[in-house]
């Protein structure tokens, strides 16, 4: 029996074999040697454990923030616990007003330093090595991969039909919402509408168009309405969001106002706090919108970050300045798909020579999936060679691990605020000098 299996194992092998050969002399093209995975251990099992230690990491600095809060809080009675500096990744805000600061003063945000530098390290590895830092280390894009990867799989219980609606429901409500958003945001960057303009009378004349903004995306067909044209319409809204942060901070606020804020504003010294509390105390509107990006996430690959995100966005356009690059031979390749199939953001890898693309995240899952050696590699351009997935990771982990030390031992790490003023701001919350009204902070004398 077990001779008789084994037969008709190598029997399919050397069949496959004929085919893929034949395959290769119709096509003419060069003969190609079939990768060999022997080893365990492959790109995508090495990305998850950078991702899920990453993710712990995030977890251990979330708890470690609550308790230390819940120290002054408390006035001193529960635990001392340290403040993490590292809660600072997730004020985007003032990581942008400490890029501007910086590049105003040379000088780093003395309250929420670790922020910057964090925020710092990100553009630098991004210039390098692409958005390594959304497949390899972001906490939010392990957590998409998670969810989308979920999501295959319960689509894999439907036909193809409702799987069709799962996945493209998401991006067509958020292309609908975004050919509302945006033109809006447009105007009031350019000044031309306030939010006072929201109630003029006139505004009544706009509905219809908004209604038919949304419905569009649904009811064209796709002969007039590309798939591709939806998702870029899409994915304005990172893009929006990013033009609105740096219109607002980065041109519109000078460094000496943005060091007046870091100086003078008592909301941004407890900006982390707020955060947390927002986190903590949601509201039904924050609960749905989180519910709903959560939702959609899981049937469509990389929802937020591909459609919302402004990180993913500027760290997209400096990563298009990286020579490292998934670079496709096509000599070798043998158009069988997979790399395309295998892609986490939609990229058609088998029709390029060179992914160019905002959105490749540099994850090597196409690398990974492809069944021919030298078919498809990252590569370091110019110089043509093949940069293994495990350099890359080292590379784009090592740099960001490097700018935290670097920062830590240099004294740009821990902000000037002391235990005791932190125990003192705590207590003091509900304060309104702790508020701001559409980005506007008081500030005091
Ligand atoms: S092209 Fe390759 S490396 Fe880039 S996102 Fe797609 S699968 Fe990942
Ligand atoms: S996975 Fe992509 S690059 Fe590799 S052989 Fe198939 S089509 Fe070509």
Redesign the pocket.
Known sequence: MFQAITYLLLKWESVLAVITEDSIQKTGKSPVSKKKKSSWITSLRFRWFSQISFFIITIYIGWSFYLFVRYCESGGVTAFVARPPGIEAFLPIGAFMGLKYFLGTGAVDPLHPAGFIIFASILVTSFLFQRGFCSWICPVGTMSEWAWRFGDWIKSKFNSRVSYWLEKFPVKLTCGLSMITTPIVALMLLNMITFASFKSPGMKYIFPFMIAAIVIPFVLPRKIWPARVEDAIARAWKYTLLAFFTVNIVIKMSAAQIGMIFERAPYMKVADIKMMHFFLNLSLLAIIILFLLFFFSIFNKNYWCRYFCPYGALIGILGWASATRIV?NKK?????????IACPVYIE??KKNIVYDVECLGCYD?VD????NG??DMKVLWFGKKVHYAVYAGLVVGLFVVFMNTARFTGYWYNNVSVQEYTELVRDLDNPRFKHQQGKFEIEE
């Open positions: 496709r070798t390749c043998i158009d069988c798909s997979k790399c395309t890898v088998e196409c999936s492809c069944p021919v078919a498809l």
